[in-house]
């Protein structure tokens, strides 16, 4: 066991991929010479060169088209996009290429590429380096979008993802990356996509959430925990496919859901997560879901702006007092 | 082989090189080559037209045609390795796909959408080619998304020590995309083995390639660090010339090549196309006098090849299209039962 943070978690399990299989390469902008602007391809060029760890021109398309070509041949390529508000360059080749491969060939090819990006606001950012994308990619067939919270699930999360022949996307908060820090198991630790994680386990509310959801609600539920409100969080992990049946279990049990996320409200991933149990859990409830999302807005720069549009563990505390209220 | 470059070291840049000249009189090697291209040229063609009867006979929703590239597509793919090399296809690549290896009634199997249909079982459009045997990815319906596809793949072969090239097929308005420009910006960059060959027959559906492109296409490889060649697309020999020089040099490690080979596209876009409202009569009669296929038999005729000989070429391959057409409209319909499979590889 190592205790690392989410960042550092991210680099070992591409370390140890890239030492594991030569098929595996790198590429994105900045990754090789600086290691990354957030350090997470640190020492990777050093070790295993210019050519696996490679320094990509700003030219999204051509990031994400060569992962994919390299894929068709033979290659598993990890695509890093700077900031996921870079991704959308890269929109026609993740959604018109890489997530039709299998279905388009009837199975005869796959494209086994991981698109990596740092997520997420709270740091200062503005409109360009703190949006939240996953809603966009989650509504793609034949693409995964993984979201880890801890450094643990982060090394395990990626291992996986590299080692699974679909294109996942990938998205890591920025936030999280030295905020977390935790024990990450060494070696083959492997964690499997489309399987919700039971952070914690409560009674009277559940809080489904990933990412940087899952701190606030560990802070929610310490906060409420006083009064008596034992609260259990669902972490996805995987947003796409996510797991129905975790979800089930713990609204089965606790009767009323909170759903946090820190992508917009409208058309965001907790709409659809809200309409699945609304739809196949009903008779389970006893309040209306409730979402919490940021409200439908661009990130602003000025902190006091962007604490006015973006969630926070205080927000999720008083959406649980209010289902609780119902 | 090529060794690592870093990516401190500027590229250098060749100068443009001149069109091929071509001698008249095919050698005995030539002359074979040139025979053997041409009864591929009568399939195609045939293949072609006889798709187009099957579109306006409502038995396929859309057609699409390779009449007036197929000179371009089969000499060029006749210096590649099938197999071995990767190549990206468009929907254009018909006659590329025959000279390559893929049958007559595997692209009626497409064309009718057969639950067999080796391309995509009947999930794409017609004609877009896949294989994963001959090493052709499958391809999309979205223009020159396929260009950094192939990029990747020289890359590929950068990084596992591999011999073979990349090429990527493409019409002169693909050049207008911003995969074309990542494409040979990756391309040339990193010295990858790749050829950029452009069927440039002067249109993208009704768009003159004086609408697409601001500078002649070969012209633009010097922006991107590579040799530029324009040749006669009609021409099989020169096709065939100037494919295999790229290629031997994408192989000796000097990096990628862009290929303007001027074609002409004998027929509408698609079924769905009508071109008489853009082309004039004169325009269109003058781009007939260019066909590759007469030009050829011509060519092989003036070598002392028999007529009989090249009229019996002929039937055949109407013979061949025919019997494939029959054993694909013959062959079952997909399940509607699979319509969700293989959206992740299993």
Redesign the interface.
């Known amino acids: 066991m190592a205790l690392l943070t989410l960042v550092e978690a991210v680099n070992l399990a591409l370390r140890e991929e890239l030492e594991r299989d ?2 595996v ?1 790198v590429l994105g902008e900045d990754v ?1 010479r600086k290691g990354g602007v957030f350090g997470a391809t640190r020492g990777l060029q050093r070790d295993f ?4 760890v ?4 700003i ?1 999204e ?2 990031i ?12 598993r ?1 990890v695509a890093e996009f700077q900031f996921a508000d870079y991704v959308h ?1 890269a929109f ?2 993740i959604v ?2 890489a997530a ?11 494209c ?1 590429v991981v698109f990596r990006a740092p997520c997420g606001a709270g740091v200062h950012g503005g409109l360009y380096h703190s949006q939240s994308i996953e809603g966009y990619y989650a509504h793609v ?2 693409l995964k979008v993984v979201i880890p919270s801890n450094p643990a699930d982060a090394k395990g999360l990626l291992k996986s993802a590299i080692r699974d ?2 294109p996942v996307l990938f998205l890591e908060h920025k936030a999280s990356y030295r905020r977390e820090r935790g024990e990450v198991p060494e070696g083959e630790h492997l964690v499997p996509l489309g399987v919700a994680s039971l952070v914690r386990a409560g009674t009277h509310v559940t809080v489904v959430t990933y990412g940087t959801g899952v701190p606030w609600a560990l802070q929610a539920a310490d906060a409420v925990a006083a009064e008596g409100l034992s609260v259990e969080i669902l972490d996805l992990r995987t947003v796409q496919p996510y797991d129905r049946e975790a979800i089930a279990r713990s609204v089965r049990k606790t009767s009323r859901v909170v759903i946090a996320h820190e992508a917009n409200l409208a058309f965001g991933p907790g709409a659809e997560l809200a309409a699945f149990i609304a739809g196949e859990l009903f008779e389970w409830l006893d309040a209306p879901v409730v979402r919490v999302g940021a409200r439908d807005c661009h990130v602003p720069y000025a902190e006091a702006q962007e604490r006015a549009i973006v969630p926070s563990a205080d927000e999720l505390e008083a959406a649980i007092r209010q289902v609780m209220a119902y | 082989m090529a060794s ?4 401190g070291s500027p590229p250098s840049v060749r100068p443009i090189e001149a069109p091929q000249a071509v001698p008249s009189a095919p050698s005995g090697e030539e002359l074979s080559l040139l025979a053997g291209w041409y009864r591929t040229m009568l399939l195609a063609r045939a293949v072609d037209e006889l798709m187009w009867i099957v579109g306006a006979q409502g038995k396929a929703h859309f057609i699409l045609t390779s009449r007036g590239h197929e000179a371009a597509q089969i000499g060029s793919a006749a210096a590649l390795r099938p197999g071995y090399d ?1 190549v ?1 296809t468009y929907y254009r690549s018909m006659a590329a796909a025959l000279q390559l290896g893929v049958t007559a009634e595997e692209i009626f199997l497409s064309v009718l959408a057969k639950r067999d ?5 009947g ?2 459009l017609p004609n ?1 080619f ?3 045997r001959l090493r052709l ?2 391809g ?1 319906s ?1 223009v020159a ?16 020590g591999e011999e ?1 090239v ?1 090429v990527a097929y493409f019409g002169d308005g693909a050049t207008a995309k ?2 074309f ?3 040979l ?2 391309a040339g ?2 010295k990858l083995p790749v050829i950029f060959f452009c069927e440039n027959n002067g249109y993208a559906i009704s768009v003159p390639v004086e609408l697409e492109s601001p500078a002649p296409i070969y012209r633009k490889a010097e922006g991107y660090g590579m040799p530029g060649v324009r040749i006669d697309g009609c021409d099989p020999l020169a096709t065939y010339r100037a494919m295999a020089q790229a290629v031997a040099r994408a192989r000796a490690g000097e990096g990628p090549t862009l290929i303007e080979a001027e074609v002409v596209r004998l027929v509408s876009h698609s079924n769905a196309d009508d071109q008489s409202a853009y082309r004039s009569a004169e325009e269109l009669a003058a781009a007939q006098a260019r066909d590759p296929l007469p030009r050829l038999r011509a060519r092989l005729l003036a070598a002392g090849l028999p007529a009989a000989a090249l009229d019996e070429w002929a039937a055949a391959a109407w013979a061949t299209a025919e019997d494939a057409l029959a054993r694909a409209q013959a062959a079952p319909d997909p399940d509607p039962r699979d319509a969700r ?6």
Not at chain 1, 100 to 110: A, K, P
Not at chain 2, 341 to 346: G, K, N, T, V, Y
């Open positions: 030569p098929r390469v090789g060169g210019v050519l696996r490679l320094d990509a021109p030219a398309i051509g994400a088209g060569v992962a994919i070509g390299a894929a068709f041949a033979g290659l390529p360059p026609d080749q018109n290429e039709t491969i299998s279905y388009r060939s009837n199975g005869e090819w796959c086994p067939p034949g022949d679909n | 690592a470059s870093t990516a990767y990206f249909d080796p391309f995509a079982g999930r794409q877009h896949s294989s994963r990815p499958t999309s979205s998304t396929h260009l950094p596809h192939a990029a990747g793949a020289g890359y590929a072969a950068r990084v596992l073979w990349a911003g995969d420009h990542e494409a910006t990756f960059i990193w499979r293989h959206l992740f590889a299993e």
